[in-house]
């Protein structure tokens, strides 16, 4: 079956970037997405790549996606203490229809 | 409303009883999702609806779990004889079709004692 792999945990400081990790085994993903999860509050979209793209970039945000080796990237710049959060990657392969497959998330921590 | 809402925020109940959750999505949208995420874990795929129909109840764990979406917009998750693996946060997505970016909700936390 489908699966998304995260690192657990990511501890950085204020104004470094982050650079979070995702591995998946669909080789059908049509979508790939990053979630922010922040405590009692629901999953926000941040950014999304298609698979046909290696690259997105919006503001601070970078997203590398190596297709042949299944592996997704965010990378936030100038990291803020308001980044502080869970992230999640994710994956809509083609036998899901439109259902999101989740890792288990990366608890990104941001000192000042 | 502005976003997904879901009713109620925290639920507590015994082992055993009958609970059910609510989700209002976004107005118009057709498609309409619940996941659950367990403690430490990701939202994990329930069933997706497309209108008043689930198209895709693959994730539902066992028959206790049964979702409605009778008007095709609020949607009940019910749970029967609930057991304390029950336990996690429970959300709701919708979109505007299948196609579209999926808005949760800040989901239901469940805990069967």
């Known amino acids: 079956g489908e699966d998304v792999e995260q690192s657990l945990f990511l501890s950085v400081r204020e104004g470094d970037s982050s650079v979070i990790n995702c591995t998946y085994t669909?080789?059908?993903?049509?979508?790939l997405y990053w979630y922010k999860q922040e405590p009692g509050a629901g999953l926000q979209l941040l950014t999304y790549?298609?698979?046909?793209?290696d690259m997105k970039q919006d503001q601070r945000l970078t997203v590398l996606l190596n297709k042949k080796d299944k592996h997704l990237s965010l990378r936030i710049a100038d990291t803020q203490t308001g980044d502080s959060a869970i992230y999640f990657c994710?994956?809509?392969?083609?036998?899901?229809?439109?259902?999101?497959?989740f890792g288990k998330g990366t608890m990104l921590l941001v000192s000042p | 409303g502005a976003g997904v809402s879901q009713t109620p925020s925290n639920k507590v109940t015994e082992k055993g009883k009958y609970v059910e959750l609510r989700c209002d999505p976004i107005?118009?949208?057709?498609?309409l999702y619940w996941y659950r995420q367990s403690l430490g874990q990701g939202p994990e795929f329930l069933i997706y609806f497309q209108g008043t129909g689930a198209a895709d109840d693959s994730g539902l764990p066992n028959d206790r779990f049964f979702a409605v979406r009778p008007e095709g917009s609020v949607s009940t998750l019910k749970i029967q004889r609930t057991e304390r693996g029950d336990s996690a946060v429970y959300l709701c997505?919708?979109?505007?079709?299948?196609?579209?970016?999926?808005?949760f909700g800040p989901g239901t936390r469940l805990t069967v004692l």
């Open positions: 107005s118009g949208h057709t498609a």
């Open positions: 994710a994956e809509r392969g083609l036998s899901g229809y439109s259902t999101l497959t």
């Open positions: 790549i298609f698979s046909n793209m």
């Open positions: 669909d080789s059908s993903s049509t979508y």
């Open positions: 997505a919708s979109s505007l079709t299948d196609n579209n970016e999926q808005f």
